[in-house]
């Protein structure tokens, strides 16, 4: 079941691969960002989905130091591995790294990614990083509501799908 766009922002949910774990494929920019990993622990996934829906609600404007999408992107990624200059471009970089995207657990350990908000629109950008070092990066620009829409309708699923494991596991607690 994918929601979204695997061209923008999507999340696939593979409900029958593990009865423990929430399987879950996130795409970003066409970008596969957790092939290596998709099994989430449940209850880690429902908080993180809901902490991202806290974040993302209501539009707002750029932050600070936002120029563009893949500077921004640049400038985030060289901060938080430390890279960066220092002064202004170190300022700025530390605030777009408060950005941080996809921060959800051990299935997206390897990649770092930023959601930029800006009014309606939300650029998300990414790289993913592997044993040899950076990988495949992507940059996209989706609308606010949908990204939020595809987090919602993954919330739900994450929840509905937990919520019939647990009852499963204790049909007597269910009850």
């Known amino acids: 079941m994918v929601l979204g766009s695997r061209a923008g922002f999507a999340l696939e949910f593979h409900v029958e691969q593990d009865p423990g774990l929430l ?4 795409f970003v920019g066409g970008l596969h960002v957790n092939a290596w990993d998709n099994a989430f622990y449940p209850p880690l996934l ?14 707002s404007a750029p932050p600070m130091g936002f120029v563009s999408p893949f500077e921004a992107f640049r400038l985030a990624e060289d901060w938080m591995c430390d890279d960066a200059d220092t002064g202004t471009a170190s300022e700025a970089g ?14 997206t350990d390897y990649v770092l990614a930023f959601a930029f908000t ?5 650029h998300l950008a990414c790289r993913v990083h592997g044993d040899a070092g950076p990988q495949a990066s992507t940059v996209v ?7 939020v829409e595809t987090l919602e309708h993954g919330l739900g699923v994450a929840e509905r799908e937990w919520s019939a494991r647990l009852a499963a596991m204790n049909p007597q607690e269910h009850m």
């Open 94 to 107: 530390a605030e777009l790294a408060r950005c941080r995207f996809l921060d959800w657990g051990e299935c």
């Open 23 to 26: 399987c879950v494929d996130v």
């Open 46 to 59: 429902v908080k993180k989905l809901k902490d991202e829906l806290g974040r993302f609600r209501t539009p």
């Open 118 to 122: 800006d009014g309606d629109r939300v």
């Open 141 to 147: 620009s989706v609308s606010r509501t949908l990204f």
